[in-house]
């Protein structure tokens, strides 16, 4: 069964950074796009970072230059490093996995976590 569980959302303080993980299991974790997702109370779903296998990247313009994606295969686990943390960046963050080679700023991915909650207080 394929299955993904987010980690290490917390409340900050804006100007901090923070770490969240996504331990993957169930499908072969290098041959995926892995996503990072957020949705605040209002918003639609919004795809923040992608990573596809041979490593190539995708930004939303809202955050290039603060977080940063990468993932260890060993671990099947994706990470979103995220700096200089703004309280708009506040938002139920989710992890996805798509068998298409990239799906940039796209939300149709196949598999998704629960999400971590991040919350950024001025």
């Known amino acids: 069964e394929e299955r993904l569980v987010e980690s290490g959302g917390v409340s900050v303080q804006a100007g901090g950074a923070l770490r969240i993980s996504c331990s993957a299991s169930g499908f072969t974790f290098g041959d995926f796009t892995m996503g990072w997702f957020r949705q605040a109370p209002v918003n639609d779903c919004e795809q923040v970072a992608s990573?596809?296998?041979?490593?190539?990247?995708y930004y939303v313009d809202s955050v290039k230059g603060r977080f940063t994606i990468s993932q260890d295969n060993d671990k099947n686990t994706v990470y979103l490093q995220m700096n200089n943390l703004k309280p708009e960046d506040t938002a139920m963050y989710y992890c996805?996995?798509?068998?298409?080679?990239?799906?940039?700023?796209?939300?149709?991915?196949?598999?998704w976590g629960q999400g971590t909650q991040v919350t950024v207080s001025a």
């Open positions: 990573i596809a296998s041979g490593g190539s990247t």
């Open positions: 996805a996995a798509s068998r298409s080679w990239g799906a940039w700023g796209s939300c149709s991915y196949d598999y």
